[in-house]
């Protein structure tokens, strides 16, 4: 592959959160912060879609083809090194799966 700006400016972005993220406090905040941001976003979703009848069906497709990308993405057998990204990416991901489990036993459905 070619040594372009952009690659080298993509590489070394990710070589500066790798390096951001090596500092234990900020790692564990960063995922927290994930979680409770998903946790949020999931009931805005399930608030929002609530409230018009007619986009739950695109919502619910929308939220599992993210959870299952992110999944896919994250659980494949053949990645060797866990990114930050990643684990940020799958928090925020089970933050929102719970915010719904919840608001669906609040509901009682």
Do not use: C, H
């Not at 009931?43 to 929308?62: E, F, P, R, W, Y």
């Amino acid at each position: 592959m070619q040594n372009t700006r952009l690659n080298s400016l993509l590489n070394n972005f990710s070589r500066q959160t790798r390096q951001f993220l090596q500092n234990p406090w900020r790692r564990i905040s960063l995922l927290l912060l994930s979680l409770l941001l998903g946790i949020f976003i999931g009931i805005t979703i399930s608030s929002v879609a609530g409230q018009k009848g007619n986009l739950d069906i695109i919502v619910a497709a929308l939220v599992l083809g993210f959870t299952e990308v992110t999944s896919w993405y994250n659980y494949r057998s053949d990645r060797t090194q866990k990114l930050g990204l990643l684990e940020v990416f799958n928090l925020f991901k089970i933050g929102i799966t719970y915010s719904l489990f919840v608001q669906a036993f609040i509901l009682g459905s």
